[in-house]
């Protein structure tokens, strides 16, 4: 067969399956009205690196970042996390910047009371016992932003927890994908 | 739903809801109170 274009009936052969590139891990709904929710088994052994697609984000009061902790069994690393970006204002068009030198979180992607935020985050060896990294791009009816750091510790992670950077969570999906 | 009160409610690793635990609530208020953490107020609408 001609790869990546697959016909009914067709042999799933290992070569091919083995070439795809991103598999969907889980989706994650986050309910209305939360203080924090965590996604687990999220990372494993299965891929170095994972694509976070963030979807109808929507903020209990104002706008404000979803911050993201990475978490362990039973334990959630509260420092170490280092980030450095740009914020713009989608109506007033001003431009600020989001910055955090050994925070409890990172700031990633953003939404407002709308249910509009949407966008993705790559984190770069979270399952790996070195220090993992991020990207993070996003819209939401408020303005736009990109932002990228690490959190600092060699700590092997599994888990997410996500959080308001200001006030409760209210709703929004997130499709995790692990990368080859 | 009516936005009206927050609730200090934690979906927890296992998918269930329930209370924030008061150690929960400080870590959560520690991120609230940052201002790290705060879209910066140039950039909002």
Redesign the interface.
Known sequence: MTYPVFQAGDILNASDMNAVGLWLVKTHT?????????I?AAFSADYPNYLLVFNQLDS??????V?VQLRVGST?T?TGYYSGGY??????G????????N???W?TV?C??SGLGAGYMWVFNPFEAVPTGYSANYAY???T?QIQGYQSSSTSFD?LVL??????L?GGTVKIYGAR | MAKSKQDSYIVDVDGTTRPATAEEIAQLEAIRQDPQHKLSARAEA
């Not at chain 1, 914020?87 to 007033?92: C, R």
């Not at chain 1, 001003?94 to 030198?101: I, R």
């Open positions: 986050i309910p209305a009205n939360v203080a924090s929710t965590t687990s209990f009061s104002g706008n404000q970042f911050t959630t509260t914020t713009t204002s989608a109506y007033a001003s431009l600020g910047t989001s910055f955090a030198n925070a409890s979180a700031n953003a407002g009371t009816e408020g303005g932003g888990q959080a308001g950077g200001s006030a409760n209210n």
